[in-house]
Nanobody, 122 residues
Framework: VQLQASGGGLVQAGGSLRLSCAASGGTFSSYVMGWFRQAPGKEREFVAAIPWSGQITSYADFVKGRFTISRDNAKNTVFLQLNSLKPEDTAVYYC????????????????WGQGTQVTVSS
């Protein structure tokens, strides 16, 4: 499956962005979709994930109700709504896909998009 992330940009602290990740080349509804992020000099870290049903979600602790992951299986797209953004949210955001169970473990996601830059100014 191929993944294409978009929607990043420059925003002031407290602002919002909506990231999108379009999938192609596979049966989108069979995949768990995840979002990860990587700040300069840091490891890539888990942000959120959602299974094919969309009925449950998983978030990193630092999200604390600010971000929302959702998916539209008819459009083969997963979204990440970023609200109340902070300068420490600045990173390249990546979408990823895997089959099987919902997980936050980065290493078990075999499919990755190219990333979209989110920059939050103070």
């Amino acid at each position: 499956v191929q993944l294409q992330a978009s929607g990043g940009g420059l925003v002031q602290a407290g602002g919002s962005l909506r990231l999108s990740c379009a999938a192609s080349g596979g049966t989108f509804s069979s995949y768990v979709m995840g979002w990860f992020r990587q700040a300069p000099g840091k490891e890539r870290e888990f942000v959120a994930a959602i299974p094919w049903s969309g009925q449950i979600t998983s978030y990193a602790d630092f999200v604390k109700g600010r971000f929302t992951i959702s998916r539209d299986n008819a459009k083969n797209t997963v979204f990440l709504q970023l609200n109340s953004l902070k300068p420490e949210d600045t990173a390249v955001y990546y979408c990823a896909a895997k089959r099987g169970v919902l997980t936050s473990t980065r290493s078990v996601y075999p499919y990755w998009g190219q990333g979209t830059q989110v920059t939050v100014s103070s």
